[in-house]
């Protein structure tokens, strides 16, 4: 099982750009969450995918948006960085009804640097 | 969100056990204890969750106070390999797809 992967592990992007990042879950898993970590900030919730639809958002703006495919992999697009975008970009896979015990597993993340 | 606080950094030797606390004093009676720890250029990682009553597995031990407004991680025989940043997060539910309100954690060092 290769747990959560994404790509790119790392990318350079320029301020006013546009980036996407992909992550495809853990195996069996369907519901795929996105984090951003500033670096020494624990991670904060971006917005979560089920079922092809956004279900939770956290406190970011609309330039940030995601897709979530059949397969259950998903994209996280960001519109016109800014250089305070610059952080590492977490996806985190779970089960939508995986009962008592399940946890979310996270990706090792891809790290943005916009200049 | 119910809020938790934690220690910003805790040092401990290696092969000695680790009690990480935590304080969430406006917790609800539905929140769960949830703690994911974070290793260096890693995402983070599940350790251990719980409701009310102490729980064992084979990463760690969680003692959950009586009264639920604090908590303890437990790592009964640190390794060098422990050493991370450890999150104590409060959720509605013990179903992973809940989303996670990180803090800043506690960054736990290992002395050899």
Redesign the interface.
């Known amino acids: 099982d290769a747990g959560v992967t994404q790509s790119p592990t790392h990318l350079i992007k320029t301020r006013g750009q546009q980036v996407t990042l992909r992550c495809s879950p853990k195996s069996g898993h369907d519901t795929v969450s996105w984090y951003q970590q500033a670096l020494g900030q624990g991670p904060q919730f971006i917005f979560q995918y089920y079922e092809e639809e956004e279900r939770q958002r956290g406190n970011f703006p609309d330039r940030f948006s995601g897709h979530q495919f059949p397969n259950y992999s998903s994209e996280l697009n960001v519109n016109a960085l800014l250089l305070g975008d610059s952080a590492l970009y977490l996806c985190a896979s779970s089960l939508e009804f995986g009962g008592v015990g399940t946890e979310a597993f996270f990706g090792q993340g891809t790290r943005l640097t916009v200049v | 969100d119910a809020k938790t606080t934690q220690p910003n950094s805790m040092e401990s030797n290696e092969e000695e056990p680790v009690h990480l606390p935590c304080n969430h004093s406006t917790i609800s009676g539905t929140d769960y204890i ?1 703690w994911y720890r974070q290793l260096p ?6 350790v251990i ?1 719980g409701l009310t009553s102490n729980v064992n597995n084979r990463m760690a031990s969680l003692a959950i106070a009586e009264d639920r407004k604090s908590s303890t991680l437990i790592l009964h025989r640190a390794t060098l390999r422990d050493a991370a ?1 450890y ?1 104590c997060i409060l959720s509605g539910t ?4 809940e ?7 506690t960054r736990l060092t290992i002395i050899p």
């Open positions: 949830h250029s890693q995402g983070p990682e599940y969750h940043v999150y013990n179903f992973g797809n989303k996670l309100t990180f803090g800043t954690g």
